[in-house]
Nanobody, 124 residues
Framework: QVHLEESGGGLVQAGGSLRLSCEAS????????MVWYRQVPGEDREWIAA??????DYKDSVKGRFTISRDKDRNTAYLQMNSLIPEDTAVYYC???????????????????WGQGTQVTVSS
């Protein structure tokens, strides 16, 4: 199993910054990608950034403002969010994508695991 714990959300004024953390525990050797999503009430969960094999990818609306990183030694992924705007207000979730190859136990896991989410509110 993999457990994800997000932190770092909060209330910030427009133009400000926050850094979200997502700490993984359990079968972390089975994680091949860490992904950030966000969700506004009444809307679908939205993919915003991914880190896989050292490659980063971003949704266009956050490109240049958000940076995803991953510290494998600490089993933690980060989302640095700068130049925040009110439209960034949402619950932010991290997801770990699992690969079956590193160890036999990996093949017994789910394809992915989600954290519980952390609220980010940007005031105008």
């Amino acid at each position: 199993q993999v457990h994800l714990e997000e932190s770092g959300g909060g209330l910030v004024q427009a133009g400000g910054s926050l850094r979200l953390s997502c700490e993984a525990s359990g079968d972390t050797e089975c994680i091949h990608a860490m992904v950030w999503y966000r969700q506004v009430p009444g809307e679908d969960r939205e993919w915003i950034a991914a880190h896989s094999g050292g490659v980063e990818d971003y949704k266009d609306s956050v490109k240049g403002r958000f940076t995803i990183s991953r510290d494998k030694d600490r089993n933690t992924a980060y989302l640095q969010m700068n130049s925040l705007i009110p439209e960034d207000t949402a619950v932010y979730y991290c997801k770990a994508d699992i690969t079956p190859s590193p160890a036999p136990t990996c093949a017994t896991l789910n394809l992915n695991y989600w954290g519980q989410g952390t609220q980010v509110t940007v005031s105008s």
